[in-house]
């Protein structure tokens, strides 16, 4: 089956740093972009930034440019997003989110996602 | 960065009713548009790519068009399971963006 799993809820204080998962499996790991995307409470999508596993080429929104890190380690089929020092504004649910099916190439649409991870910074 | 704004905010409708969605971006994105649908607490699933091609297992009741800046999400004999809040995506360049989100209630 292909899924991405997505590590559990978090709960931090501002200032703290934080690195969540979203794990893939069931497709090649390497070859399709994983995106995040952020939910503020009772707010719409925003697209935060992206990784292509296979090499690493990373692009972020200029919203979330310097705010935080996306990566990946191809040898556990796994993507992290992080933040070195949270803020009460990082409040959301985050997903990660890809397209290995075939019908959105690039990375510009997704066909998966996880099941979002919820962190709350207070 | 490409500005995508959707009417209505929100709609209510019955069982049974046809509904539109409409999402304008703020240049030209050619066909790159995706429609998805989020239920609370869930994650979004897509439900159009490319402006009107049906994801796999997505009912024909759910039909999209448009192209160029001007798109639209139908969705005709509304059924209890599509009551949830509907985004449109372009995914025509880097950064992608997200509509505001069109919340369909039940009337």
């Known amino acids: 089956e292909v899924q991405l799993v997505q590590s559990g809820a978090e709960v931090k204080k501002p200032g703290e740093s934080l690195k969540i998962s979203c794990e893939a499996s069931?497709?090649?790991?390497?070859?399709?972009?994983i995106g995040w995307v952020r939910q503020m409470p009772g707010k719409g999508l925003e697209w935060m930034g992206i990784?292509?596993?296979?090499?690493?080429?990373?692009k972020y929104s200029p919203a979330f440019q310097g705010r935080v890190i996306i990566s990946a380690d191809k040898s556990i089929n796994t993507v992290y997003v992080q933040w070195s020092r949270l803020k009460a504004s990082d409040t959301a649910t985050y997903f990660c989110?890809?397209?290995?099916?075939?019908?959105?190439?690039?990375?510009?649409?997704?066909?998966?996602w996880g099941q979002g991870t919820t962190v709350t910074v207070s | 960065d490409i500005q995508m704004t959707q009417s209505p905010s929100s709609v209510s409708a019955s069982v049974g009713d046809s509904v539109t969605i409409t999402c304008r971006a703020s240049q030209d994105i050619s066909i790159w548009l995706a429609w998805y649908q989020q239920k609370p607490g869930k994650a979004p699933k897509l439900l159009i790519y490319a402006a009107s091609a049906l994801h796999t297992g997505v009912p024909s009741r759910f039909s999209g068009s448009g192209s160029g800046t001007d798109f639209t999400l139908a969705i005709n004999g509304l059924q209890p399971e599509d009551f949830a809040t509907y985004y449109c995506?372009?995914?025509?360049?880097?950064?992608?963006?997200f509509g505001g989100g069109t919340k369909v209630e039940i009337k």
């Open positions: 069931g497709y090649r790991f390497s070859d399709y972009w």
């Open positions: 989110a890809s397209a290995p099916l075939g019908h959105c190439s690039g990375g510009l649409c997704y066909e998966i």
């Open positions: 990784i292509y596993p296979g090499d690493s080429d990373t």
């Open positions: 995506q372009q995914a025509h360049r880097f950064p992608l963006t």
